[in-house]
């Protein structure tokens, strides 16, 4: 194989990850490609997102230049001979490990101690007392909406009574039930309170479903025969977009809820004229 | 000691039927799996370019998809549900097909006895039986397309309830059974295997070979069928609780009080997490079945191809190790989102990034392996080399989705396709082609094309760049994945443009692949002759004929003196020295 032709493989390597790395950069920063825009209280995953960015693009630069770099400078030519260095006595051994640790440290601190394990803490642990409740239900292929009215309570579902007109399955019967107000299926739009935090409690009436709003980073199954929780604070007044995130059939690229925040008095003032169950099921 | 079988068959007569068809010999079975595996590969490559038309085109009618797919593409537009059974069908093809069956099965067969100094593997007629079983696995899953209903479509994952009722989506009905009876067969069958590997491994050792001289690729193959006989079981259990489900009305992954389309469903008492947790309790071990064997096999071309020994063979081999056995505890990380116990989440984060520390020692350790070489490219040299430009950025990205905050906002986006077809789909597959090009003379007795290979090389390199990468920003805006179209979402519409140029960059990387398979055949029977030692290897198999006779070595086993590296060692005649040199010519 003549010196030339090896050459080629590495300069091709070194042309490649060079001119990649600078057309990515371009194309992403021309069109603005990111995060969509951060509307909720937790910031934490956009810090220890751009924190882990940051440390993985140098780690990837690094690496990538320096294969490419040895592709370049070892290709092979007959009359040279390669350098022998089977690794095997302890500063060789030493010197294998210690990279690999010194990554996951890098990693492990960015990940664990930024904030990440106590933002975790803080999405699963107890719900501040005065929050905003929003009980959410997935289906093939649309979210049923319900708030639990004035008394701040879900009134008992029960799966038997679910029909055409009681999509929920709602038992009348119950006092707490009778103030709630429910939009079935398609047919509401989730209203949530500027700087309040909003509890979603999360359910699906047939298979796994996921409600997930990239604008408040925020994305929990829907599971089936259970109800799952999530909290934060919206930050920001505006119309968004809730999508399921979890494969649930044919429809679920299209299985859309619009989301609107708003200060709390207009929230209020909205669902004090919503029509409550009471009025709707008997 | 090791216990070999003696049967020196002279006299042993092969029909063309025992020979090429009902064959008992590792080799036979290893290019059976092989030509198997490339039908799968074409097949899930296929499959994939009618998810990118749809993508790039979504409503536009394209006549010609109603030529091929009849009523899945009725006025040449895809259905959505013919879209989902896409995505279902190219996954499972793809992992389980072509980078389980395809790569291990082709590798541990051909490899584990020629590089052990064994005649043949501890069971051979297990061993045919492996093949057949997973042959009888792909013909079911092949039958599967042509159902009324169409195959499965409920994710490779399979998640249940959508898996487990039968009128939620086609895709769950006869498909869905048929995709779990294939599955259930294919586990056997890599249960037949991955006991053979492991046995022969331990036992049929020639004289001198011990676990220390093992080449890296058998100890890859040796620690994936551990992984493969611990973690296949529990999938096995997994798929017949959900035909149970299916077929006899028990209840283990479904919850009373559902109603689906306005129907109750007539289950109750199950939990849906219960098969994510068995699922990927498999799931997660596979990734590392898959990729485990392409990093052994890229390590063991990185040496003979820079002419140095692997650095730090032993700290390489124990990663290796410790990669399999952490593989078992960070199944959990596919399920922060699903409503597992948030505490369990937890420690599943510190597992999983505790698993970047052996695979960052050897990925580290390969690089050490070609710094001052004297570094020949083979087609088979630079998909290995490919292998690490690919893996590096699916590894650096593991990092964001370990990491149980950040994955709420980045689980099921185009970020973790982006992330798993850098860490294990497309590395491995350039771990696969690069074996393929290595040992392709040693198997058919004949060279691959060199320049085509190169070719071929360049054009997946950068194929696999274009399609990729553009997904992890795809996936950082917030992209969800297995979306049958992009234009209901503000937020996704954006991409239209980005999603033809991924198109486009598919079709032609696709095609790209074609110059493989045309390569591949083409040389087995037109191929120049290859010679018993073409790239001056030290490892056994290089030793015999090309290719090995039935039996693979003469009346007398290889005696091994030797690593399996002795490249340029200082004062050795020639820059290699295989393990059959007794230790004395060394230092005369």
Known sequence: ?282 | MTIHHEQVEVAHKESFITKYIFSTDHKTIARQYLITGVIWGVIGMILSWFMRLQLAYPNQPMPFLEKILGKWAEGGILKPEFYVALITMHGTIMVFFLLTAGLSGTFSNYLIPLQIGARDMAFPVLNMLSYWVFFAASVVMLISFFVQTGPAGAGWTMYPPLSALKNAIPGADVGATLWLVSMALFIVSSLLGALNYITTTLNFRTKGMSMGRLPITVWGMFVTAILGLLSFPVLLAGAVMLIFDREFGTSFFVPSGLVLGGQPVPHEGGNPILWQHLFWFLGHPEVYIVAIPAFSLVGEILATNARKPLFAYKVSVGAIIGIGALSMIVWGHHMYVSGMNPILGEIFVITTLAISFPTAILVFNYIVTIWRGNLRFTPAMLFALGFLGLFIPGALTGAFLATAPVDIQLHDTYFVVAHFHFTMATSAAFGMFAGVYHWFPKMFGRMMNDKLGKIHFWGSFIGVYLIFFPMFFKGIAGVPRRYYSFTEYDFTSQFVGLNKFITIAALITGAVQLLFVFNFFWSMFKGPKADKNPWKSTTLEWQTDSPPPHGNWGPELPVVYRGPYEYSVPGAEDDYIPQTVPVKIETK
């Open chain 1, 1 to 282: 194989m003549s010196e030339k032709q090896s050459k080629f493989h590495g300069l091709l390597f070194l042309f490649f990850f060079i001119a990649g790395i600078i057309a990515s950069v371009w194309v992403v920063v021309r069109n603005g490609w990111w995060m969509p825009e951060l509307a909720s209280d937790r910031e934490t995953i956009d810090r220890i997102f751009i924190t882990i960015f940051i440390i993985a693009g140098i780690l990837f630069i690094l690496s990538e230049l320096t294969l490419s770099y040895f592709v370049l400078r070892y290709s092979g030519s007959p009359s040279r001979k390669a350098f022998y260095l089977p690794g095997s006595t302890k500063k060789e051994i030493l010197w294998s490990i210690l990279p690999g640790t010194l990554v996951v440290i890098i990693l492990e601190i960015s990940a664990e101690f930024l904030g990440g394990a106590s933002m975790w803490g803080r999405i699963h642990g107890e719900v501040p007392k005065d929050a905003f409740l929003v009980e959410i239900t997935g289906e093939q292929f649309a979210w049923s909406i319900r708030y639990p009215g004035s008394d701040g309570k879900f009134g008992r579902t029960d799966p038997k009574l679910i029909s055409y007109e009681n999509p929920l399955g709602i038992d009348i019967t119950d006092e707490n039930a009778k103030d709630d107000i429910v939009f079935p299926a398609g047919q509401g739009i989730l209203y949530l309170p500027l700087n309040h935090p909003v509890v979603f409690l999360i359910r699906s009436k047939d298979v796994i479903h996921s409600p997930y709003l990239p604008n408040f980073r925020v994305k929990q199954d829907a599971v089936p025969g259970m109800t799952t929780r999530t909290w934060f604070i919206p930050k920001k007044e505006g119309e968004f977009e809730l999508a399921c995130a979890e494969l649930c059939g044919l429809g679920h690229y299209r299985m859309k809820l619009p989301v609107v925040v708003k200060p709390m008095e207009e929230v209020q003032e909205w669902l004090s004229e919503q029509t409550p169950a009471v009025d709707l099921y008997y």
